[in-house]
């Protein structure tokens, strides 16, 4: 049967060979295995329900939340001569009817719908008049509360496949899934776990890199004009910061171009055009851009502000270098955007649960700003590759700044730790250790502990920078949502038993990243 699979790759596809993960998720289908497949993003996903759905007898259908993009899936489709068409919110009542009747009849091999139809019994009883083969579940992780999309239209995917008669294949399928959503996607399903296709997350062309104490205008302004042919996208937090980046950047003759939610949609689509085209060399967007974009040649991704978890992170930097051509991911820090992204989780409407859920994420996002390991690993050992390898080429793993023994350090601060009970936060712990005056300090008593003014020789705030570094090696773990307790982990125990050292990179002679001339 993948013999049939291959043919129609390349004769309909244009295509020589399978790529990672591909064959193994057809013939699952093929075969009538449930399966859930975690490809990176640009790794071919959409091949692995389109064969099978010309290999099946009935129809297949496609869930998905990206209403933008149905449109072009299927004109894609039909130029390749797949019958196939897509029933969402865009198209007029008398259209959706037309297209169901058509499907009745046969018409189609594919059709595309979103998430929100299932909200309709009418269309849940009207599934049962068409010959289901398989249906594909395409940003599976919205199933998943511990998703960074979570979309409650999504539940509704279990109910129609227990009211549809027939028994279809089912495949689910995502970029962004760490071991809790895929668990969660499997539960959903009912899928075993065995039948989870994972192909790495690695992207070896890209390169990351964190940028911290830097002026971050001149440095994207100096970063651009040494890239002045490349194309490439700068992600701001919010719509008031990519205004004010889009006025600076053009006012420094720069091309570029902005999308937000906040524009009218004609200019933002003309925005994304243009910047397809190369007509625009430079996007400055929020994370409203990009969902879907299939422009191959960007060559950087620069996150201005620090995005609100690894997910939305790796899913946008990975915008960079679709074509396999080297491109690089920079992310400038500055310890004040942590707080835009508290005080946006703190004002959502997710229940509490979900707001420390998101804190928790946010917190493993900053610790990729403070770590001094790979980055490139930091990221995939978060979605559950505990096996991943240093990249060799990221910021962190070129860094040639000399490592110095902090053991000692390290050792103050943890048993400062402990003797206030691993009850506070990195800001209350460093003032202890430097020795403030602060009255909470005294009221808690604090002040006879003998670890308080331990390290004032040093400021507050380089105490706080060696906790934060010491929270993202893992030797304090950050819990409680937004105002983090930290607790030892069994890695400080073992650097108070003096059983472990604790190396860091020499702080004078920090590294200033300039932008390299070509
Ligand atoms: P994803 O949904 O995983 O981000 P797509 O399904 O959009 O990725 O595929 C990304 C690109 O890779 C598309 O242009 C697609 O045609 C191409 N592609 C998919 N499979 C193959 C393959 N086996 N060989 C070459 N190109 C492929």
């Not at 009747?101 to 998430?115: E, F, M, N, S, V």
Request: aromatic share 8%; with cysteine; net charge negative.
């Amino acid at each position: 049967m993948l013999d049939q699979a291959l043919k129609i790759l390349k004769d309909t596809f244009g295509y020589d060979s399978f790529r990672s993960g591909q064959a193994d998720i057809i013939q699952n289908l093929l075969q009538g295995r449930d399966t859930v497949g975690i490809m990176p993003t640009g790794g071919g996903k959409s091949i692995c329900y389109q064969i099978p759905s010309l290999l099946l007898p009935g129809v297949t259908l496609v869930v998905s939340p990206l209403i933008s993009l149905m449109k072009d899936q299927v004109d894609a489709l039909e130029k390749e001569g797949v019958s196939a068409t897509f029933i969402n919110s865009t198209i007029s009542s008398a259209d959706v009817r037309e297209r169901l009747d058509g499907a009745i009849q046969g018409r189609y091999k594919l059709i595309y719908i979103a998430p929100e139809r299932l909200e309709s019994p009418a269309f849940l009883d009207w599934l049962n008049n068409i010959n289901l083969s398989l249906i594909a579940i395409d940003e599976a992780h919205c199933i998943s509360q511990w998703g960074h999309d979570f979309r409650p239209s999504y539940l509704l995917i279990k109910s129609m496949i227990d009211r549809i008669n027939a028994k279809p294949a089912i495949v689910a399928l995502t970029a962004t899934a760490t071991p809790k959503v895929t668990g969660d996607i499997c539960d959903m399903l009912n899928i075993p776990s065995e039948n989870v296709v994972a192909t790495g997350f690695e992207r070896e062309n890209l390169f990351f890199q964190v940028i911290k104490g830097q002026d971050r205008d001149r440095f994207l302004e100096s970063y651009i004009h040494k890239n002045a042919s490349q194309s490439g996208i700068i992600y701001a937090a919010t719509r008031k910061e990519v205004e004010r980046l889009y006025t600076f950047l053009t006012n420094n003759k720069i091309n570029a171009g902005k999308y937000h939610a906040g524009m009218p949609e004609q200019e933002r689509n003309d925005n994304q055009e243009r910047f397809l085209y190369d007509d625009l060399t430079v996007m400055v967007a929020t994370s409203a851009f990009g969902m879907g974009i299939n422009k191959s040649n960007v060559r950087y991704v620069i996150h201005y502000n620090i995005p609100k978890n690894i997910e939305s992170y790796y899913q946008e930097a990975g915008r960079a270098g679709r074509d396999g051509i080297e491109s690089e991911c920079t992310l400038l820090f500055s310890a004040q955007d942590i707080q835009i992204q508290k005080f946006l989780i703190d004002q959502s409407e997710m229940d509490e649960g979900r707001k420390r859920n998101e804190y928790d994420k946010l917190q493993q996002m900053v610790g990729y700003c403070h770590t001094e390991s790979c980055l490139q690993q930091y990221i995939l050992k978060y979605f559950g590759d505990s096996d991943a390898a240093v990249c060799r080429h990221c910021g962190n793993c070129t860094d040639e700044r000399e490592s110095v023994d902090v053991t000692r350090d390290a050792q103050m601060v943890f048993s400062c730790i402990k003797r206030m009970k691993e009850r506070f936060g990195k800001t209350f712990i460093a003032k202890v250790l430097t020795g403030s005056s602060d009255r909470k300090i005294k009221s808690f008593g604090f002040d006879n502990l003998s670890t308080y003014g331990i390290m004032s020789d040093r400021t507050q705030s380089q105490v706080s920078g060696l906790i934060d570094y010491l929270t993202a090696e893992q030797y304090l773990a950050p819990t409680g949502g937004n105002y983090p307790v930290l607790v030892l982990t069994p890695k400080a125990v073992e650097v108070l038993l003096g059983k472990r050292n604790v190396l860091k990179k020499e702080e004078v002679q920090a590294k200033q990243f300039v932008v390299q001339d070509e």
